[in-house]
């Protein structure tokens, strides 16, 4: 999409087709009052010292784990992100990642692809049925929430774990329980969370070890949450049955042992991949700027203090 219309005086410098390399970035933010950040941009010290015109950063995600947000206050330079208009596409792919994990739909795809399929046969690739199954949601934020909505409408018992009791998730019938409880007793287990220093490695082998033997784990928060070589272990040895996973830590690169495992299926960091989510995500990346630039704080302020 043409994001020129929408922000106004300032002219947009989109130098090439596809990712800047961090030193073309760096070459070219000395000139800039503004930057659209994608995800995997990190937008540290470094990058805040080269911008020294920048009064804004809009981020092209809702998670902002990427941003050195003190840094960016200590300079004066606003932050923004995408919440709300990506919680349905993101649930809805949580969703997706967990029925195909439960259904063995990659296995499925993956046998009717390579040929081998020798026809309908009553054992062939049982899975498991959502009625009535725990599902735990780490994060009952905006998306956890979203995803809890459509396990209901699945008839699942619903469980989250939370810093605080959220009365949102317990209209939707969800109990607030311990991380501990959550763990030991879901059937289900999906990742809700951003990424902090309180949930890198969130799912480790200590918690992997207290899942069940059934488990399924679904991530798509961020990779760094999940221990991806404890994660190996605990699929490879039967801690857990399977896993549904759209994040990585070191995207665009998946654990070669997560590639072998036939009971994860792998997700390239697709959860807001809709036209209409990732429409409305440069849409409020471009008003951020605007606003920004015509001395207003945009309503996505991370840190709005930045404007004093
Ligand atoms: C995607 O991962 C986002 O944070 O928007």
């Not at 961020?222 to 221990?227: H, K, T």
């Not at 409305?280 to 920004?292: F, L, P, S, V, Y």
């Amino acid at each position: 999409m043409d994001l020129r219309p929408l922000l106004g005086e300032a002219s947009l410098e989109v130098p090439k087709e596809g990712q800047l390399s961090r030193g073309e970035l760096l070459e070219l933010l000395p000139k800039a009052d503004g930057l659209i950040a994608l995800l995997n941009v990190r937008v540290d010290s470094e990058l805040l010292a080269a911008g020294k015109r920048l009064k804004i950063v809009a981020n092209f995600a809702v998670g902002y784990d990427n941003v050195d947000l003190a840094e960016a206050t200590r300079r004066g330079v606003v932050v923004t992100n995408t919440p709300d208009v990506l919680t349905d596409a993101t649930a809805d792919f949580a969703f997706t990642l967990l029925l195909a994990a439960a259904r063995r739909l990659g296995e499925g795809e993956r046998l009717v692809r390579a040929g081998a399929w020798q026809g309908w046969a009553p054992g062939l690739l049982l899975g498991t049925e959502l009625r009535g199954r725990r599902l735990g949601v780490v994060g009952a934020g905006r998306i956890g929430r979203a995803l809890l909505q459509r396990a209901k409408g699945f008839a699942m018992d619903l469980v989250y774990d939370s810093p605080r009791q959220m009365p949102e998730a317990e209209a939707l019938g969800a109990r607030h329980v311990s991380r501990e409880e959550l763990l030991a007793t879901c059937d289900f287990v999906s990742l809700h969370c951003p990424l902090s220093q309180n949930t890198k490695g969130l799912i480790d082998a200590k918690a992997l070890a207290t899942m069940k033997p059934t488990a399924i784990l679904v991530n798509t928060a961020r990779g760094a949450c999940v221990d991806h070589e404890a994660l190996a272990d605990a699929l490879e040895s039967g801690a857990i049955a399977g896993a549904g996973l759209d994040v990585f830590e070191n995207e665009p690169q998946v654990p070669e042992r997560l590639l072998e495992l036939e009971s994860v299926v792998l997700a390239p960091h697709i959860a807001s991949a809709t036209l209409s989510a990732r429409t409305k995500m440069a849409e409020i990346c471009a008003n951020a700027i605007r606003t920004r630039l015509q001395g207003s704080c945009p309503p996505t302020a991370l840190n709005p203090e930045a404007m004093q």
